[in-house]
């Protein structure tokens, strides 16, 4: 694993800018991991490196995340780019309004596409049950005023607002898909996690799914 990483990084850095290159060089690989993923991220690899600079306080945690194809490539065209990875950071840097300035992609020496982002927890949250009825409202503004400046960052703004219009018929679809959806997710929460554990490990010892430890 340590050497498939070491690889990793040095194509990982070909895909920064010059000035980012330049400081990303200034460390070296001291430590690694293997990361266990989300949910969301299930079946792929993810590893965390830990580099240090110039002293023992001068250090930078790197997380290498695999990419696959997008599940919108079958029913669409190919994907304009030869590294899913690049792919990933490319819309990362469309979409967000400060990105990462450590995105970048590589290609394992197992063949496997990557991407690469500073691990860094910065992340804020709120506990919408703490709010008042008028905070609710305010955050959730906030909130559909965030996901609409990506979509029209990565997508037509004119086309956008023609396709909504100006009656509430979006507005009601989507509130109306909120209140089923929060109802399928108190559903999946009070279900039987051992039983699905169950049905998984028999399905793999069927042979209808495979398992495979890389460890």
Known sequence: MAEGIHLALGSYRASLRDDLRDLVEQYEVVDMARKVVGVGSVGTRCYVALLQGKDHDDVLFLQIKQAEASVLEPHLQPSGYDNHGERVVTGQRLLQTVPDIFL????????????????????????????????????????????????????????????????????????????????????????????????????????????VNDL
């Not at 989507?174 to 089923?180: D, I, L, N």
């Open 104 to 211: 970048g992609w590589s290609r394992g020496p197992d063949g496997d596409d990557y991407y690469v982002r500073q691990l860094w927890d910065m992340k804020g949250g709120i506990d919408p049950a703490k709010l008042t009825p008028g905070g609710v409202g305010v955050y959730g503004g906030l909130c559909g005023w965030t996901l609409a400046r990506a979509h029209c960052r990565g997508g037509d703004e004119v086309a956008i607002a023609a396709y909504l219009g100006s009656s509430e018929a979006f507005d009601d679809a989507v509130a109306t898909f909120a209140v089923t959806y929060a109802d399928v997710n108190d559903h999946d929460h009070d279900h039987d996690h051992d039983h699905d554990h169950r049905m998984l490990a028999a399905a793999v010892e069927a042979g209808k799914l495979k398992a």
